[in-house]
């Protein structure tokens, strides 16, 4: 059977799981810490990231990117992506801007783990400007709408839809609840849905040192 690598809160690894919902392709979920000497990642990734979507013959697919443009191509219906060729990349520009403000999630994630006195304010800020930048153009191209490219639920709304419940699970205190109402609505009606009441993030326990 199908099977994918992922970690409990990574919002890349989410957004496969939902793909492979939508789409109704069974799979086997294998959860990883890769950050630990004793994960299986490098066995299927040479980057050591996941996620990693491993088919019945043992080869694999890595970067959540990739992946979704091979299981688009495996399994095309129903589309995620839109035909009209603006449309599609409209919403891959919204993946782009989701995974930009997962980046700079991961890197503040890390700097917290640094001792105070080796954290840098200004690596920080950067940081913080990104993922508000991201989100204040996530909202724009939103506006009254009700998905994030085209005329129905696909790709956009998964990328923007995980950035969101990640920023919940890794930094509830950000204030984008109270910022962005259309980014609320949208979230909300998203999470009704299976493919991502079956995929809720939850933080892991890293045992190794990282830094």
């Not at 995929?199 to 190794?208: E, G, K, R």
């Amino acid at each position: 059977m199908l099977q994918l690598l992922s970690a409990t809160p990574s919002p890349y690894a989410r957004k496969v799981r939902i793909a492979l919902a939508e789409k109704k392709v069974p799979f086997e979920l294998v959860t990883e810490v890769p950050w630990d000497h004793d994960t299986a990642t490098p066995r299927y990734n040479p980057l050591e990231k996941l996620p990693v979507l491993i088919f019945e013959d043992g080869s694999s697919v890595y970067e959540s990117r990739y992946i979704l443009e091979v299981i688009e191509a495996k399994w095309p219906e129903p589309p995620l992506v839109p035909d009209e060729v603006w449309q599609r990349l409209a919403a891959r520009k919204v993946e782009v801007i989701a995974d930009g403000i997962c980046d700079a999630c991961v890197l503040l994630f890390w700097e917290r783990h640094r001792a105070p006195e080796h954290q840098s304010a200004e690596w920080v800020t950067r940081q913080r400007r990104k993922v508000d930048g991201g989100l204040r153009e996530l909202s724009r191209i939103l506006g009254e709408r009700a998905w994030m490219a085209g005329e129905a639920f696909g790709l956009a709304d998964i990328a923007a839809g995980t950035v969101l419940r990640y920023l919940d699970v890794r930094f509830p205190e950000h204030p984008w609840r109270r910022d962005y109402p259309n980014l609320v609505a949208l979230s909300a009606r998203l999470e009704e849905r299976p493919s991502f009441a079956g995929s809720v993030p939850v933080p892991q326990t890293i045992t190794d040192k990282v830094v």
